[in-house]
């Protein structure tokens, strides 16, 4: 056994630091974290002095064991978890659950996997930092008091299995905030006039009227004084200015440049990010540091004056804003800045080349423009007194430009172009003026890159938050990405051209929420009963605030237990009260009264979901239909709920099966005798006719009809949501672009069978037939344990080819009967 054992959370990461230590050093992982609270009761002990209770999880106790055993063995443990508070947590963790010996034991922290880092790191080791632990800990308990509190509420009042939580519910009202400014936005329109010039020697440029008209009557009224009139340049100014580059990546920053250049959800980033600083590629990826090292503004000058020359290269330190930033770490960098660029995964690549890309522009020059501003004058038989006005930009020396430009959210700005040489008193030929009608514009809805930016601007969360956050709102459908494109609206334009003035109808696209953050309607209901109720702590201030406090616990400037007994004794009594007061909200709205039997209709959540009712809550005879899934509650009006009420529809019978047309859980359909048929995207299921139905259930039959049979089995084949597929034997085997999908041959398709039959033999692990359990290996070196439906993923750590047929019943067992006990549970708390 080598003499030192290195600790550190991912196996990536051990294996490239192994390649820089001696046969005497061992590189373990802790899989993340070793120990948690736990996950069926509070875990704090809320009557004492908040002692959180962590325990090691079922599918961690091996991994720990042999670990304790290594460290036993071990002259020297390293503990060499990352350098943020979740990593200081982490090392305590270790050094508890393996009663590991002061003596003998180092914490070891480095901000790049190198050589040089790893060696320094060893040769400077220090102690746990328990003002981080802290602080961790203050986080980790406060955020579970918040959670394990709330969710009950609201499910109680609101809807079972909901959750809250003390920075996804700030991200949520955020986003349903922004959803309700626009909504109820009214847009104004107005009238931009825009025209174009031409100089004596041909040369055209674009100018505008740095004034909009209200209405069509003046923009026509502008138009038809400049019918006859002449034009030259009244006036022209040059200044010299600069442009200077962004600073290097914090991690915030880079989630929102990898958003706006590479298409990279916050979360793909990250990832990505992190598989780079396990590579030993960049510097880690978690700070709100824009600090580079001495050593690294000194490998960036010699980059760029090698590549570049020397009246590129500007040296320059930078200071955030953030609060709270640890300057002492550093911003997100290339560990080598000679490498420009990586090979290997596409998508490491191009986060690689960004990051590199924005680091060697921080220490470039700036950029040296001339910015020239125009005003034209209007000369004509009746007096015009505005003045069109054209800019102008010209680089005089590119700088930082040769490398990168900062992308900002919304580009739709008009940029500054060239401006052809012009002198004061040049007369100037109009070729055209038009005036366009143009209307003010809502907010934005989010994207995830800018709620990234405005949590930052807030003070709320920290750099490891931002990815959990937003992934946590989406998959428990407080919010979804939108899929509208956006509705077609018309505008007025009015062109002066050759003395006439024309006036034409265009159109154009607004209201797109594609990949936009859009709440849903249970999003919405839970964020308005948790600012009803919990307006403190859903309030901007005091969540930046509690992060403040925690700044402070990392620093030693604030003892934790003092902060979560103050929070707790104010917070605990007023969940007790909501809990037993508070009407139950369903985001109920009644919209009028059923014509036919004048019962009151109204929308709800119910327990499936959005739904349309007629009749009231006694009501017996009261009637209920599923909202569409492209309707909201908040939004839906009385015309489009009774329409619902009119499904499901019969059409008739065919072929000896009754055809009928009706609204789904995943969208409306078809369903002729057993068979379902989704109706193309944008079809109201109330325009179906019988034609169309049996064309596409004579489409769905052909579609269903097997095109081979192997081995006495049927070989079917279609499209789904991963792409073109085959049906055998209840297997999906994906057809990729190797084989020609419209005509495949009688080799292809048992070629993907077999292969496909191969990968299954392949990914079996252990098998026990007569209980009908198997073990597999699963995506990303993870195992799933397999009884029926019952599905148990186990972490790349378990030695699954070990596990007995007792510990596999054992782990199923586990998993079956939790939401029968949670129902109990449930049950009581409402009783008492």
């Known amino acids: ?35 948690d609270l736990p996950s069926k009761e509070l875990g704090v002990d809320v009557d004492g002095d908040f002692t959180p209770k962590y325990i090691v999880s ?16 071990a002259d020297t443990v390293w503990l060499a978890s990352d350098e943020d508070r979740e990593g200081e947590a982490i ?46 800990q203050a986080r980790r308990v406060l955020d579970r008091l918040v959670g394990y509190e709330l969710s009950p509420v609201l499910w109680r009042k609101v809807k079972g299995g909901l959750s809250a939580g003390r920075v996804q519910s700030v991200a949520v009202r955020l986003i349903v905030e922004r959803e309700r400014e626009i ?182 020059s700036d950029a040296k423009l001339e910015r020239t501003n125009v005003k034209i004058g209007v000369h004509a038989s009746e007096v015009v007194e505005e003045q069109f006005a054209a800019n102008g930009e010209m680089i005089k020396f590119d700088g930082f430009l040769k490398v990168y430009l900062e992308g900002t959210d919304f580009e739709d700005e ?14 100037l030929t109009n070729n055209y003026i038009t005036a366009t009608q143009r209307y003010t514009r809502p907010a934005y809805r989010y994207t995830e890159a800018s709620l990234v930016k405005q949590l930052e601007e807030l003070g709320i969360g920290r750099p490891s938050t931002y990815a959990p956050t937003i992934s946590t709102i989406i998959s428990r459908n407080y919010v979804e990405k939108g899929t509208v494109e956006g509705v077609e609206r018309k505008y007025i334009q009015l062109t002066l051209e050759d003395s006439q003035v024309e006036a034409k109808t265009l159109t154009e696209t607004v209201g797109s929420d594609k990949g936009k953050l859009v709440p849903t309607d249970i999003g919405m209901i839970v964020n308005d009963f948790l600012v009803d109720h ?15 406090d925690f700044d402070d616990i990392a620093e030693g400037k604030e003892e934790w237990t003092s902060m979560m007994k103050d929070f707790y004794a104010k917070f605990h009594p007023h969940v007790e009260d909501v809990q037993e007061n508070a009407d139950r909200e369903s985001g109920e709205r009644i919209l009028g009264d059923d014509p036919e ?45 009774m329409d619902l009420f009119k499904l499901p529809k019969t059409l008739g019978v065919y072929d000896g099966e009754e055809i009928e047309v009706n609204n789904g859980r995943y969208g409306p359909y078809v369903r ?61 085997i994906n057809v990729n672009k190797k084989y020609d999908f419209d005509d495949l041959s009688e080799a292809d398709i048992i070629e993907l069978i077999e292969d496909k039959k191969q990968k299954e033999i392949d990914k079996l692990i252990n098998e026990w037939p007569d209980e009908g359990i198997r073990i597999e290996k699963a995506r990303w070196g993870r195992f799933n344990l397999i009884k029926g439906k019952t599905k148990v993923e186990l972490p790349k750590s378990t030695k699954a080819e070990k596990i007995t047929l007792d510990e596999a019943k054992d782990l199923l067992d586990k998993k079956s009967p939790k939401k029968k006990t949670t129902r109990k549970k449930k049950t009581t708390t409402k009783k008492k």
């Open 58 to 73: 079922p599918d961690k106790k091996s991994l720990v064991k042999d670990l304790k055993a290594m460290a036993k063995k």
């Open 1 to 35: 056994m080598a003499k030192n054992l290195v600790i550190v959370e991912s196996p990536a990461k051990a294996k490239t630091i192994e390649k820089f230590l001696g046969k005497d050093f061992k590189v373990a992982s802790s899989f993340g974290h070793i120990a």
């Open 672 to 732: 002729f005798g057993k068979k379902f048929i989704s109706l193309p995207k944008g079809m109201d299921p109330l325009d179906v006719t019988m034609d169309e139905a049996k064309r596409m259930i004579e489409e769905k039959k052909k579609a269903d009809a097997p095109i081979y049979m192997y081995e006495g089995l049927p070989v079917q084949k279609g499209k789904g949501r991963f792409g073109p597929f085959i049906k055998w034997n209840n297997m999906f």
């Open 534 to 548: 919990f307006g403190d702590i859903l309030d901007y201030n005091f969540t930046a605030k509690v992060e403040e």
């Open 91 to 136: 090392a305590w963790h270790l050094a508890e659950e393996l009663d590991l010996n002061d003596e003998n034991t180092r914490r070891i922290v480095f901000h790049e996997i190198t050589k040089s880092a790893i060696l320094k790191a060893i040769e400077n080791p220090r102690k746990i930092d328990y003002n981080l632990v802290n602080a961790q």
């Open 183 to 364: 909504e109820s936005f009214q847009p104004v329109a107005s009238f931009r006039i825009d025209a174009e010039f031409i100089t004596s020697e041909g040369n055209k440029f674009k100018a505008k009227l740095p004034k909009n008209f209200d209405t069509e009557a003046e923009a026509r009224e502008f138009l038809r004084k400049n019918i006859e009139a002449t034009y030259s340049v009244a006036d022209l100014t040059k200044k010299p200015a600069k442009k200077s580059p962004a600073p290097p990546f914090t991690t915030s920053t880079l989630q929102q440049e990898a958003a706006r250049k590479l298409y990279f959800s916050v979360g793909k980033t990250m990832t990505i990010a992190q598989r780079l600083y396990e590579a030993g590629l960049i510097t880690y990826m978690r700070t709100d540091s824009v600090n580079l090292s001495n050593e690294a503004r000194n490998a960036a000058k010699k980059a760029i004056e090698e590549t570049f020359g020397n009246e590129y290269s500007h040296p320059r330190n930078y200071k955030g804003k953030a609060k709270g930033a640890q300057e002492a770490h550093e911003a997100i960098r290339p560990t080598d800045m000679g490498r420009p660029s990586i090979s290997g995964d596409r998508d490491q690549e191009r986060l690689y080349d960004l990051i590199w890309k924005r680091t060697i522009a921080s220490q470039m």
């Open 597 to 641: 039997t004048g019962k009151p209709v109204l929308v709800r959540l119910g327990k499936f979901g959005p739904m349309a009712q007629i009749g009231a809550p006694d009501d017996e005879d009261k009637k209920f239909a599923s909202l569409r899934p492209d309707q909201q509650l908040h939004l839906v009006t009385f015309e489009e709920v």
């Open 414 to 427: 008009e940029q500054d172009g060239m401006l052809p040489k012009l002198v004061i008193g040049d007369a």
